[in-house]
Structures are given as structure tokens and as C-alpha cells.
Nanobody, 124 residues
Framework: VQLVESGGGSVQPGGSLRLSCKVSGNSYRDYSMAWFRQVADKEREGVAAIESSRSISYARSVQGRFTISLDNAENILYLQMDNLLPADTAMYYC????????????????????WGQGTQVTVS
């Protein structure tokens, strides 16, 4: 499985960005796909996840501002980020794992074994 993120950049507070993650080689019938973010010297944080069951989960810090979606035809995972805050500044990664997850684990980075290279988002 290969994941390639794009769409990061610099934006002012209150602005919007849409991240994309092109997924190739994913033949899993059941899967979880997610966005994580990481700031240097901090633990990787789960932001949003979508599963083959169509279950969607968000971190509380982004609930109501971020929207995760999946284009199955193009195999592209999106993260629409609105009303961005300086606290959203981080490197954003997409990730995939086989199988659906328990609700309390779907945003845990240790669950995922396929990762993209990351795309930087800066809000200032």
C-alpha cells in the first residue's frame, strides 16, 4: 500500500485547506483510513478516520471544523479543514490499516501500518 499526501500549505487563522491522500495498492475489503498530525517532540495525534463500514470518527479538537471523506472511485482520501487555528499547525499524515477498528482505537496511531510521507500545514 502506498500513500501520497498533498494539499498542505500556509494559511491565516480562520482559513481553509483541503488535504488529499492518493492511495494505491489497497486491496483490503475491510479497512480503516485516517488522518493524523504531529508536532515535533509530541505524540502523533489522530484527527479523523473513516472505515469501510462508513463509520466516521473525529478528534474533539477538530469536531465541527474538519471533514473526512473518501472517493472510492479515485482511491483518494480527503480532509477538508475549515476555520483553521494556529493550534492546527502540524505535519499531517494519512494512514491505512486492514480491518475496522474498535471505536476507542480507530484514532490510535499504533493501529496503522501504512503511512504517507506527510504534508505540512501552518496556520499563522
Amino acid at each position: 500500500v502506498q500513500l501520497v499526501e498533498s494539499g498542505g500549505g500556509s494559511v491565516q487563522p480562520g482559513g481553509s485547506l483541503r488535504l488529499s491522500c492518493k492511495v494505491s495498492g489497497n486491496s483490503y475489503r475491510d479497512y480503516s483510513m485516517a488522518w493524523f498530525r504531529q508536532v515535533a517532540d509530541k505524540e502523533r495525534e489522530g484527527v479523523a478516520a473513516i472505515e469501510s463500514s462508513r463509520s466516521i470518527s473525529y478528534a474533539r479538537s477538530v469536531q465541527g471544523r474538519f471533514t473526512i471523506s473518501l472517493d472510492n472511485a479515485e482511491n483518494i482520501l480527503y480532509l477538508q479543514m475549515d476555520n483553521l487555528l494556529p493550534a492546527d499547525t502540524a505535519m499531517y499524515y494519512c494512514a491505512v490499516k486492514e480491518g475496522v477498528s474498535k471505536p476507542w482505537t480507530v484514532l490510535k496511531s499504533v493501529q496503522y501500518n501504512h503511512w504517507g510521507q506527510g504534508t505540512q500545514v501552518t496556520v499563522s
